[in-house]
């Protein structure tokens, strides 16, 4: 647990800065891989700019969804990327605006429920501005032109629009699951730092492990249902692999793989980094 | 110019991590360098942990040394090595406490004159707490036992101090020179990224420019001049080098030579990170 809001503000730049800074991690920007249009210096830049919206969430100040879009706008000043952070910001955001609670997961499910169709719209607005990708749904779709209208005229609060979401979408997922997949990743994160005592390590091996229990619906939103379940089977047989010998080449050898294949995980980035978050509000130091 | 208080401190966390994230950096820390005891990550924990200090910095709450203090105490609350950014944080926190100025210059010299022997004692403090390195002088030296009752008998002010400084402690020349180096550093910095618009490799240039007219002081505390002046004369001709053929792999293997002679210019890194900060000041995107 943090002593104030201000460590619960650190702990979210920080779970962003060594989510993106852990290499390899198959897919994804790293410190060793940039995209054509978005680098690691963009993640460092947006990780930055967000601290005070993260104070402002953990001091109580602003719903949900307006300080989700505070975040893309304050991070977008900083940098000349698009989508940087927008999945880390849905997930980070309610976990530090109930940094004091006992019961975080209830607390954000209590929190959500509270927003108003205002925070939803926030909400569209930041996934618009900061153009991220998501799954095509049929109803309430982030993309759909005529959504702003509906969550106006039948006051959809965020709440309401997350139960929504498809089950793929496994960020929504946590935010109404009560972070199940993230608490799951903090104890394995947690886990092999005991064990190893290497931080990049540790996050790298969390990154795998979600990759290989879960399907990531940006993948399936860009390369379709099946290459997502053999990206998840791959995983896991890479981390079997892995787990032999601690050898760091076969996880960049799948790296190279999916990166050529333009294959990238950015879900399971998210619940990474909000694994982290949650071990360091448990105590993680390195 | 930043608009408010919370721009100049994101500034100065950004300042760190892209200059920490900078490769290849001859012979210091970067994304791809840990050492033993030093690692990449304890420079993300320890830019992450100083933002509120840097805020308040900007807000004017609180004098220069006992700023440095709390920035070396709050940032050694999230990572468990010793020194990372005592250095860093003597130059930046006086540029970010006087953000507003129009002569930023002359502002920091008209605050350090304003401090007592309280923020000398402060910054005393958080050299010995850091378990940072520096030059040895003859009087009121850092590492010298009887200096903090020398110190208080005086009722050295932190201005006052510095100006015992030895020429050699650039970090010190800075402060009360109105930031020379750092000024023509972030020129620098900025003419590169203008015309190559490649970040990391603007930075890389600009520390080892930076290298190559400036005397190391850790360099000259650890190895004596004669190295010292041997790396700024090898410097310049690998930036001769690169400036032909913007081949980084010519940087990289000096950066190996450094490091396998285990020589650290810590101080020119720490003043490529106020360039950057300047850079940032100056309206720098990316």
New interface residues.
């Given amino acids: 647990m943090f002593r104030k809001a201000?460590d619960a503000?650190?702990?979210g730049?920080?779970a962003l800065?060594?989510e993106v800074?852990g290499t390899p991690k198959a897919g994804n920007v790293d410190?060793?891989h940039n995209f054509p249009d978005l680098?690691?210096?963009?993640f460092?830049?947006s990780?930055?700019?967000v601290?005070?919206v993260f104070?402002k969430a953990a001091k109580e100040e602003g719903s949900i969804g307006k300080l989700v879009l505070e975040a893309v706008e304050t991070s977008m000043a900083?940098?000349?990327a698009k989508n940087v952070h927008f999945g880390c910001f849905m997930l980070l955001i309610p976990l530090i605006r109930c940094w004091k609670a006992g019961d975080i997961c209830n607390a954000v499910i209590e929190e959500l429920k509270r927003t108003s169709v205002e925070d939803s719209l926030s909400v569209l607005k930041a996934f618009r501005t900061s153009e991220a990708r998501v799954m095509e749904v049929e109803d309430l779709s982030l993309t759909a032109e005529e959504t702003e209208q509906k969550l106006v005229e039948q006051n959809i609060n965020l709440y309401e629009w997350l139960l929504h979401s498809p089950k793929e979408n496994i960020v929504a997922m946590e935010l109404i699951n009560g972070y199940r997949i993230s608490f799951k990743g903090r104890d394995v994160l947690l886990d092999f730092f005991t064990e190893h005592e290497d931080?990049?390590l540790a996050i790298v091996y969390t990154y795998h492990y979600l990759l290989s229990e879960h399907l990531d619906p940006l993948i399936i939103a860009k390369h379709g249902l099946k290459v997502a379940e053999e990206v998840r089977d791959r995983a896991k047989e890479v981390l079997n692999e892995f787990e032999m010998s601690f050898n760091i080449e076969i996880l960049r050898s799948f790296d190279e793989e999916l990166l050529s294949r333009n294959i990238n995980p950015g879900s399971i980035a998210d619940l990474t980094a909000s694994s982290i978050y949650l071990a360091l509000r448990e105590g993680l130091?390195?």
Wanted: charged content about 25%; glycine content about 0%; overall charge positive.
């Fill in positions: 201000e503000a650190t702990a730049v920080l800065l060594l800074s410190r060793d680098r690691f210096e963009h460092l830049a990780a930055s700019a601290y005070p104070l900083w940098h000349k931080i990049n130091r390195f």
